[in-house]
């Protein structure tokens, strides 16, 4: 039924030709939905029990204690798996602190990873399971640069929009780097209209051929449709000092 409403939507908006041509991105980019995985991390830790004040009866001062307790909480993201070897790409504060982090796939089965490289100055991390069968990575984007309204796609991981897919655009670019030794200028950041939510980030932003573009990391708070993707150069430059 999602996919349906999603093709009435979009023939409804767009010429016969476009159109067309953006029906085949959706099946590509239905047969990617299983290269998207959920990633939860069970972070354990002390914590401070509630002020408690009592009365000292040999010396009559007020006395305020706390005692430390242990305390656990889960967190989730999204992960991509970008390689046959089982490798997931996602953000780094999806997995920073984990005690233990565990994958979930697109047939709800959980299995567990193991953490090839962090990298929190950039907000990215890769992670390793072994490779299910049947399931295709997702592969990068050939375009090196994405230009202000280029048209991208969405898979939702939230519990709103799970599964779901969004069409938007580009609509800002953030300082452009320049690798070493090289003329070409990249985008360090990508800005995008979509509207991302809890368990959204780590998801992928997909081209018009329905390949990796980006990696959907920050929302603006307060304010809808301003999201940001970490650009598909970035992640492959990280990515290629693995292999």
């Known amino acids: 039924m999602r996919l349906l409403a999603t093709i009435l939507i979009l023939s409804l ?3 016969p030709i476009d159109a ?12 990617s939905k299983q290269a998207v995985v959920i990633i939860r991390a069970d972070t354990g830790g002390l914590a401070r029990s509630p002020h408690k004040a009592f009365r000292d009866a040999k010396t009559g001062r007020i006395i305020v204690a706390t005692k430390l307790m242990a305390a656990q909480y889960s967190r989730e993201g999204a992960g991509i798996i970008i390689d046959h070897n089982g490798t997931i790409v996602t953000n ?8 233990k ?5 697109h047939d709800q089965k959980e299995v567990s990873c193991q953490v090839l490289q962090v990298v929190p100055g950039e907000d990215l991390a890769f992670i390793r399971i072994n490779m299910p069968d049947g399931i295709e990575p997702i592969k990068f984007s050939r375009t090196i640069n994405m230009r202000l309204r280029d048209r991208v796609y969405h898979i939702g991981t939230s519990e709103l929009l799970e599964g779901t897919i969004s069409m938007g655009r580009i609509t800002g670019i953030g300082k452009l780097a320049r690798a070493k030794g090289n ?4 985008a360090d950041l990508l800005q995008t209209d979509f509207n991302i939510y809890k368990r959204d980030s780590g998801g992928p932003l997909l081209d018009t051929t329905g390949n990796l573009a980006g990696l959907m990391v920050a929302t603006k708070v307060n304010k809808n449709h301003v999201s940001f993707a970490i650009p598909a150069w970035k992640i492959a430059k990280y990515y290629n000092l693995l292999t």
């Open 101 to 105: 982090i565990t994958v979930v796939l």
């Open 92 to 99: 780094s504060h999806n997995v920073l602190g984990a005690k």
């Open 13 to 15: 908006a767009l010429s």
């Open 20 to 31: 067309y041509a953006d029906l085949s991105i959706i099946a590509t980019i239905e047969n």
């Open 183 to 186: 003329k070409t200028q990249y």
